[in-house]
């Protein structure tokens, strides 16, 4: 979502939660992030190929829903930060350690906050998988979804997901549920990507409009 900062936060907020679909879901040894490619400025368009779905690490990667500016600045401080703690720790950043620096950043800023929702995915020693909002509040899922669309994703969550589903059943789900939302949501549209992420690392995938 591409918005102008000059208005009140009230609305500013309001409007830009309202702009894409994203979903997340816990699958047996992997996680899958699944997110549409529309960017909206109100009820304009602005651009057809957004890429919602980040690449932090070699296998974590963040899903964005809210303002394009505050999610892909946010982005680049966690990739930043990993590698970093990464070099100076001289092993792996946890997604669990991810999570929360991003929380605690975003509740730091909660009086002129990011206004964006977050969904991170990542494998450390097993699939995780967390969900962000923009004061900072942190909690580890199953599945979850973000975005003006969420409230149809997450019923098609809720009705096909179940415990250790293989990762292709599983990235099918949300495929599914982010394409449902896609059908009745406006702001939501133009094809979906997915990813898979599991002990081997990051494999990314690109599914069409249905009919």
């Known amino acids: 979502m591409y918005f102008d900062r000059n208005v009140k936060n009230s609305e500013t907020y309001e409007k830009a939660l309202h702009g894409t679909t994203t979903v997340g879901l816990i699958a047996k040894d992997a996680v899958i992030l699944a997110a549409d490619r529309r960017a909206t400025a109100g009820t304009f368009i ?30 680049d401080w966690l990739n930043t930060q990993m590698n970093y703690l990464t070099i100076t720790k001289k092993q792996p950043v946890t997604v669990r350690e991810a999570a929360h620096l991003l929380s605690l950043l975003l509740y730091r800023y909660k009086l002129f906050p990011f206004y964006v929702q977050l969904i991170l995915g990542g ?19 199953k599945y979850t979804s973000t975005g003006s669309g969420s409230p149809i994703a997450i019923g098609v969550l809720e009705d096909g997901y179940r415990e250790n589903m293989s990762p292709e059943e599983a990235r099918k789900l949300a495929v599914k549920a982010v394409q449902m939302a896609l059908k009745r949501d406006s702001a939501t549209g133009d094809g979906v990507d997915s990813v898979i992420i599991t002990s081997e690392g990051i494999k990314e995938f690109s599914d069409p409009v249905q009919p």
């Open 46 to 75: 602005a651009h057809r190929k957004t890429r919602k779905i980040l690449k932090i690490t070699d296998k974590m990667a963040l899903t964005t829903a809210g303002l394009v500016a505050d999610a892909q600045v946010l982005a």
């Open 123 to 141: 494998y450390d020693t097993a699939p995780r998988l967390f969900s962000l909002d923009l004061y900072g509040s942190l909690v580890e899922e």
